[in-house]
Structures are given as C-alpha cells and as structure tokens.
C-alpha cells in the first residue's frame, strides 16, 4: 500500500507544483486586463469583453493555483493549539480533516461536471453584452476541482504515511 500512496504522490505533486508555478504568473494577466481596461475607458471607447475576461481569468488562476496552495501548506488554519502539537497528532488531525475537504472537493466536482455538461449541450452564454461562451471556464474550472481532490487524496497519503512512521 505505500508503494501505491509513494507513486501517486510522486505523480500527483509535481504536476500540481509544475501547473501552480505556471500559473502564480496569471496575476500579471489580470493586472494587464484591468490596465487595458482602465486605459481603453480614458482614451478610447470602453470594451465590452475586460471585465468578463478579468473574471475568467481570476477563476482559472483561483482554481489552477489551489492543488498548489494545498502542497505548500499556504491554506488558511486556526493556529491556536495546531502549532504547539507533535508531527503525529498533526498528521491525525490532518489526516482526518482532510476527507472532510475530499467529500466536499467530490461533490463540488460532481456539481461542476453536471454544470459543463449542461454548457456544452445547450451553449450556454454570458447575460452580458459581449456574450462569451461559459464552456470554457467551466472546464477550466473542472480540471482545477479535480487537481484539487488529487492533492487532497495525496495530503491523505503524506499523513498516513507520517502516522506510519514514513515518509513520501
């Protein structure tokens, strides 16, 4: 069994690591969106597509970058007796809250799957002016919900194999 936690850690982390460096850079993107937009209002006519784009891309850099959030322990936590606590009663804990995560992380993904396909069948578009497709950043947001279960399920493993005097 930790041959299996050791591979899928091995293959679930640095893909999540590799994709959340990538897009920690999306902020540049938004921040050139915005710029556009504030510039566009001020020496042109305003665009109608900045500000629906401005919010795809928050979505993705949101979603993308959260399996890498999660590897790096940059997660919000209420420290007030978690930091004075042993690496084993740590990882019981973790190892415990974390299904909590998974259950949620499964039905967020059901939900979202649900609502892509539902996108794709009937075409589904903006209420706004410039109408773009939402196929899109729902599956943008699909692949980020799974990521996130996979470095949720690999955080379980690192915990129980901690518990078992391990590492991964």
């Known amino acids: 069994m930790i041959g ?72 919000v936590r209420m420290d007030l007796f978690y930091g004075e606590w042993s690496t084993r009663r740590k990882a019981w804990f973790d190892a415990f809250t974390v299904l909590f995560l998974i259950f949620y992380l499964g039905v967020l993904l059901y939900g979202a799957i649900e609502s892509t396909a539902y996108s794709l069948e009937y075409g589904e578009r903006s209420p706004t002016a410039w109408r773009p497709y939402i196929w899109p950043i729902k599956i943008t947001m699909c692949v980020g919900i799974f990521l996130m279960l996979l470095q949720a399920i690999s955080e379980l493993f690192k915990d129980i194999a901690t518990l078992k005097g391990k590492t991964l």
Do not use: C, H
């Open 4 to 75: 299996f936690m050791r591979a899928f850690v091995r293959i679930v982390d640095p893909i999540n690591r590799k994709l959340g460096r990538i897009t920690m850079y999306g902020i540049f993107v938004m921040m050139g969106i915005l710029m556009w937009s504030s510039i566009s209002k001020i020496a042109f006519m305003p665009s109608l597509w900045t500000l629906e784009v401005a919010q795809f891309a928050m979505v993705a850099y949101y979603m993308l970058g959260g399996p890498y959030a999660i590897q790096e322990g940059a997660n």
